[in-house]
């Protein structure tokens, strides 16, 4: 399999951890995967009546290195920009307040899951 095979895997195991994590902590699974031409919203959910955009960032056990490193200025601005085009999509109003949340998870070369770390309202729209 190739290592491209390998990391979607890697970030579908990824994805499913954080929307467990999620929903064991109230929040509602409103949508996985959603595709736009220029992106991709890894979970949309709900919690206290808050639309919660979650970016999922997955990789294997790295000593000093963080999933969360790769999520840098110009991926934030996209998640942004894709979180808006969502907003149309689904026709909800543009001031629709929402929030764009982080969740780091690692696991190590036996698949097993090291860590998942949670950052609530990470990226910031304003």
Not at 16 to 29: C, S
Not at 32 to 58: H, P, Q, S, W, Y
Not at 77 to 83: H, N, T, V
């Amino acid at each position: 399999m190739s290592s491209e095979g390998d990391n979607k895997i890697l970030g579908q195991r990824g994805e499913d951890k954080a929307a467990e994590y999620l929903k064991k902590n109230g929040y509602w699974i409103l949508e996985c995967n959603f595709k736009l031409k220029r992106g991709e919203l890894d979970i949309v959910a709900k919690k206290n009546g808050k639309l919660v955009i979650v970016e999922v960032k997955t990789l294997r056990q790295k000593l000093g290195f963080h999933p969360l490193d790769q999520v840098n200025w110009r991926k934030q601005r996209q998640l942004i920009k894709i979180a808006q085009l969502y907003l149309i999509a689904k026709k909800l109003p543009l001031d629709t307040v929402y929030q764009i949340d982080i969740v780091a998870v690692q696991f190590d070369y036996q698949d097993q899951l090291v860590r998942l770390e949670h950052f609530p309202n990470a990226i910031s729209s304003r």
